[in-house]
């Protein structure tokens, strides 16, 4: 190995590519024409060795070596049509690609392996099902299954003209799978589930959690833990919605075949008033549901997560490390509280606002002069007790006082619900704290370190 490292080490003397490593060969490949590599080829002295060293350099050198795009879009030319009455200019490509709205893109998902051809069928069947059982919209369910790398950042940054590579760090692998369930009229959605690896994270330790729990050793749903997820957590929140709403005790769940998923029989009820059904196979990706909401939940969350890191004066790698499973579901239900939309909300943007409800009421001069004085006195009454009671709290000081809070709530077995309006009040004043942090000029982040 040292005789053939030697030649490339040694800049003083020309390299004998016949001893040289392939890498070198590849590098010096570039500096030289194809004409001199076929002379080697063809030479009895080197032909031997440089066959061994390096034996598709013919085919390769087109690759390695900057192509012609002149060369090699009237080569093209020529082959198409057989004719040679077209030379390219340098740019013809770009402006040919520019013209036309051609643009790179990253092949993504899994659309073109689905059989659509099963869809029509399917919703024959299902609406049939729906109508057999007389279904509301409200009692058609839905549910899937979800990887989250909880605790990734994002890997895109902004960065100046001069940088030329951005350092990363280690990409994180802890994994959970998120299951949520609403119903087709959006007006349930039941507790989400998450699956760690863990069966008793040491951070739940009385904690009443927002969210269904379970640990696997792979982190993946199974049809046992589906089975009891549907007995014990489906089922009866399902029932008691119901009940609450004046439904009959009737529901259907869609689902796709996957395979931690027990048949139709097992997802079933005794009294056959509550049962399942599956998308068919190979089509998921086009009539499943709740993909658009796990996309949404994810994007939620990573925001989230982003927020948090950013907002606090530490490396974020100290706080993603202080970023525990306690801190994931409650993430996770806050991003699903936040973005659901209330029956009420739901239901006057369906039949829209009458003139009688409108919050917009028209005001005379008269009124809109006592209501200006009315807001201006009573700020004026506030702003002299404040002024008298006590100085303004800080963002830090509310940050802190809630992060006590929060750990005094939790020590005293709080409910989820009040967690949760705690922790909403301290990512506000995070959130605070970094807009009031002082502004940056753009031409600082450039500055020789």
Known sequence: MHTVRQPARDLKTKPNYDKCPVSYVKR??????????????????????????????????????????????????????????????KGWLERFKSRHGIRLMTITGDKLSNDATCIEPFKLRFLQKVNDLNLDPSQVYNADESGLFWRVMPNKTF????????????????????????????????????????????????????????????????KDLFKKWFDECFVPEVRKWLKDHNFPQKALLLLDNAPGHPSEEELTTENKCITAMFLPPNCTALIQPMDIIIQFVKQDYKKNLLLRAVSKDQPIEKTLKEFNMKDLVF??????????????????????????????????????????????????????????TAPQVTDQDAVNAFELGLQWAEENGTSYNELLLLRRLRDKALITRYNNLKQKKIDEYFKAS
């Open 28 to 89: 010096q490949l570039r500096l030289e024409s194809l004409e001199v590599w076929n002379g080697r080829y063809m030479d009895v002295e080197t032909a031997l060795t440089t066959k061994i060293v390096f034996p598709d350099v013919v085919p390769a050198f087109p690759v390695l070596r900057k192509i012609d795009p002149d060369h090699v879009l009237t080569q093209v030319y020529k082959e198409i049509t057989k004719k040679d009455d077209f030379v390219a200019s």
């Open 331 to 388: 993430a996770l239900k806050q991003v699903a509280t936040e973005t659901q939309i209330s029956p009420e909300d739901l239901e006057v943007w369906c039949r829209g606002m009458d003139k009688e409800e409108n919050i917009c009421l028209e005001m005379s001069d008269e009124d809109i002069t006592k209501e200006v004085s009315n807001n201006t006195t009573n700020d004026q009454e506030d702003n002299d007790d404040v002024i008298a």
């Open 159 to 222: 960065v100046s003209c001069n940088e030329k590579d951005v350092p990363g760090r280690k990409v994180s692998k802890e994994r959970v799978t998120i299951l949520p369930c609403a119903n087709a009229a959006g007006t349930h959605a039941l507790k989400m589930v998450v699956i760690g690896k863990s069966n008793k994270p040491r951070a739940f330790k009385n904690i009443d959690l927002p969210v269904h729990y379970y640990g696997q050793k792979s982190a993946w749903m199974t």
